[in-house]
């Protein structure tokens, strides 16, 4: 606890101040906080465990997405075999071997009007397919668009 010293032998009636002293709590703050990050690590790594080895193969049951491709003059391709619009969704099936939690990318070409798009997409997902995407390029960085007046 800190406190004032009179300047003056005539001031009588000042009071001491009482400001408490804040350089120990940020020392013991310091402390707990480097103790936290410490033992954080340490808590998070579980109980310790002797797993035992196999001789199994790693599951790899992630099978490729069957693409759909509308082309500019607006026709239906299945990984690159052509079908038409409707003949997409038995397309699907055979591609998929009927499971419908097989991904599926929609690809377009910039200039298919997007009727022709949200058509073919509501096709597969009517069909039962839940796992339907976009897919799009990246802008390239070099080319900068200029603001419009």
């Known amino acids: 606890m ?4 009179r ?3 005539s001031e009588f009636d000042s009071q001491p101040i009482a400001d408490i002293n804040v350089t120990p709590l940020v020392d013991v703050m310091l402390v707990l906080l480097i103790v936290f990050m410490v033992a954080a690590p340490l808590m998070t790594s579980g109980i310790p465990v002797d797993l035992p080895k196999v001789q199994a193969k790693q599951l790899n ?3 490729p997405p069957i693409v759909v491709s509308v082309d500019a003059g607006g026709g239906f391709f299945v990984d690159k075999r052509e079908v038409p619009a409707d003949g997409l969704l038995a ?9 419908k939690d097989r991904r599926i990318h929609v690809r377009a070409d910039k200039t298919v009007p997007y009727g022709r ?3 073919a997409m509501g096709a ?4 039962g397919y839940s796992k339907v995407a976009l897919v799009s390029e990246a802008p390239t960085g070099g080319a900068k668009s200029a603001p419009a007046p």
Do not use: P, R, T
Not at 2 to 5: C, D, G, P, S, Y
Not at 124 to 127: F, P, T, Y
């Open 91 to 99: 397309a699907l099936s055979e591609g998929s071997d009927n499971s």
């Open 61 to 63: 049951d992630q099978k």
């Open 7 to 9: 300047k003056h032998d």
């Open 2 to 5: 800190a406190f004032a010293l």
């Open 117 to 119: 798009v949200v058509e």
């Open 124 to 127: 597969i997902n009517s069909a």
